[in-house]
């Protein structure tokens, strides 16, 4: 019974198709039957006045075309590090070596107890400081020089500046003192996904919770519209709104008080969200040309412009919390300076912050540069200890000028390319 079923959907499906053919051709097709009759417009009579007309058969659907094939985008590869000569770092033996010891005994006050760093950090101990050829003999045995590499192979990258600024604010709001400096917020979460996946150990999301869920923390913008909930948490008020901004950006600074005193903030946390650049803005807004886009142009912009700098801080959703640090010397032999993201005092002009995905965190660096919007070459050991939401790649930098506002209008006009160097413990291999 199943065959004569499906006889008769296949005799009634040619017929089917028969019939589309006849209707859609313009001359039959032969066939093994009798030949089909072509229809005809049937006979007129002489009493009609006007003739028929023979309908027009409909056109055959057109065959679909198909879109073409989307390229898959190739794979973009992570920064290398590649073994080097002493030799290849032009200007090694210009620098005065002595002057980073400071830097790298603060590296080592946090990385000694590793493996792979104690019998560097063991030899800087019993070093001859004051003697300059031991210095570099010290370097040159201890440690191995490797070139940076951005994954498309190129050798340079962005270099930038950052500084220590110094704003006046008082511990209790009123009078000049309006804008607020916060601590961290008590509901911000920050989630480790690192136990879970290894390789995003780099990676900490924040968030806060809403019902049942952790959604993202609250941009720029947002946390502005909730300024009461969060100037709770308020730990200095500052006199000018955008000292605040900047403080945010460079990530740590001092406080001076009315009273006279000072006292540090330091980078604590951040709201999660990426940073995005104000100068940059600008630029895209047709506000300010590229080469104008530093730190003292965007401020000449803003005391032009002063009812649309809110507008231009609301562009850049991330935002930082800081907690209260004290100044003086954290230790004996240290730099006296802010705390960087390897938790040691960084010095003036001998270290960077850098990716750490790409430079490990305390190793020293030679960097090969030059001096903000100048030729001149700017060839020195640094040390990688700070870390920034800007800093993001391979041959990327971030050149700490120190306290001030010398140091900060070096900073803020360096936007210059340079090249990197890392220098690894004997017998350490990179990944």
Known sequence: MFQQIRRGVRLAALASASA??????????PGPASPPVVPSCPDVQPAVVTPQVCPICPACAACPVCPPAVPVPEAKLPPRLVAAEWSALEGWP??????????????????????????PCAALASLAQEDSIAVRAFFESAFRPWQLL???GTDQGLVTGYYEPLLRASRSRGGMYMHPIHGVPDDLLVIDVAGLHPDLKHLRLRGRVEGRKVVPYWSRSELDARAAELDRKALFWAADALDVFFLQVQGSGQVELPDGSRVRVGYADQNGHTYQSIGRWLVDQGELKLEQASMQGIRQWARTNPSRVPTMMAANPSYVFFRELPIGKQGPGLPEGPLGALGVPIAGERVIAVDPRSVPLGAPVWLDTTRPNSADPLRRLMMAQDTGGAIKGGVRADFFWGFGPDAGALAGRMRQQGRMWVLLPVGVTPP
Request: aromatic fraction near 6%; proline fraction near 5%.
């Open 20 to 29: 589309l053919f006849a209707a859609c051709s313009t001359a039959p097709r």
């Open 94 to 119: 210009d620098d005065d070596l002595r002057e980073a010891l400071p830097a790298l005994r603060a590296s080592c006050s946090a990385l000694a107890s590793r493996a792979d760093w104690r019998a």
């Open 150 to 152: 951005n994954g498309d």
